[in-house]
Nanobody
Framework: QVNLIESGGGLVQSGGSLRLSCGAS????????IGWFRQAPGKEREFASA????????YYADSVKDRFTISRDNAKNTVYLQMNSLKPVDTAVYYC????????????????WGQGAQVTVSS
């Protein structure tokens, strides 16, 4: 069992930045790939970014590429999502999720989920 907790959400103006954190109490956290997904009201959950267990490989949706940066510190059992140049369309609940093995862009592949963090970008 991996318990994930997101933090760092909030309200920011268009063009601003936020950093989300995904922390875990599980000691084997470093063996899991981590994905960030987001869900806006009335829309399906969509992939935003993912990082391999080692941190060597990162993946981004086209909609966030060059604006978001994913990273991890396995010594702290934490994955970060740095979000820059935020736009109102980025407004959503952001979830981190863990999968043992390789990273995936499909939410169906992930085994464990956090409770979500609200990100609101005002125009």
């Amino acid at each position: 069992q991996v318990n994930l907790i997101e933090s760092g959400g909030g309200l920011v103006q268009s063009g601003g930045s936020l950093r989300l954190s995904c922390g875990a109490s599980e000691g084997s956290f470093s063996t899991y790939a981590i994905g960030w997904f987001r869900q806006a009201p009335g829309k399906e959950r969509e992939f935003a970014s993912a990082i391999s267990w080692s941190g060597r490989n990162t993946y981004y949706a086209d909609s966030v590429k060059d604006r978001f940066t994913i990273s991890r510190d396995n010594a702290k059992n934490t994955v970060y999502l740095q979000m820059n140049s935020l736009k109102p369309v980025d407004t959503a609940v952001y979830y981190c999720a863990a999968v043992y093995g390789g990273a995936s862009r499909s939410p169906d592949d992930y085994e464990y989920w956090g409770q979500g963090a609200q990100v609101t970008v005002s125009s």
